[in-house]
């Protein structure tokens, strides 16, 4: 993968009134083909620094984002006024989610832009948690790094 540009995602998540925010920057890649838009680039996580998982946005339309985990069955369908279920691997399991997608915005282009979602997620349709999500691209100046 290459990482031309400089990702940052912040994400919050809000439950039972209380809201708690993480932001990380990392590199990745943007590219268009087929007419959608993918944005990828890898996690870490905090108990395994050195393993990284790949993760993939594909931005289908000006309604549809699908996250996607390669290689695990997690797959997050984030449409526009729509509820969807969706597999979640927590890592000790797979978890059957619904997800709500209240807001979806977009302005990405080869220079680079932002994508934020809000949605909800239920189990068995009781609210779990309200979920924002925005990621900032900008396209790396590699000659001056």
Do not use: W
Request: glycine fraction near 8%.
């Amino acid at each position: 993968m290459r990482e031309d540009y400089e990702i940052t995602i912040i994400g919050r998540q809000t439950i039972d009134a209380q809201t708690d925010e993480i932001q990380v920057d990392t590199l990745g890649d943007y590219t268009e083909r087929g007419g959608a838009k993918y944005i990828s680039y890898t996690e870490y996580a905090d108990e395994a620094p050195y393993n990284g998982q790949l993760k993939v946005l594909k931005i289908e339309n000006e309604d549809t984002v699908t996250m996607l985990t390669p290689g695990t069955p997690t797959r997050l369908v984030l449409e526009k006024g729509k509820r969807h279920k969706c597999l979640y691997d927590t890592g000790a399991g797979v978890l059957s989610l619904g997800v709500y997608t209240q807001t979806l915005k977009h302005d990405l282009s080869a220079a680079g832009g932002e994508l934020c979602i809000r949605y909800t997620l239920d189990i068995d349709t009781q609210l779990s948690s309200s979920n924002e999500i925005c990621v900032r691209l900008r396209k790396r100046d590699l000659f001056n790094k």
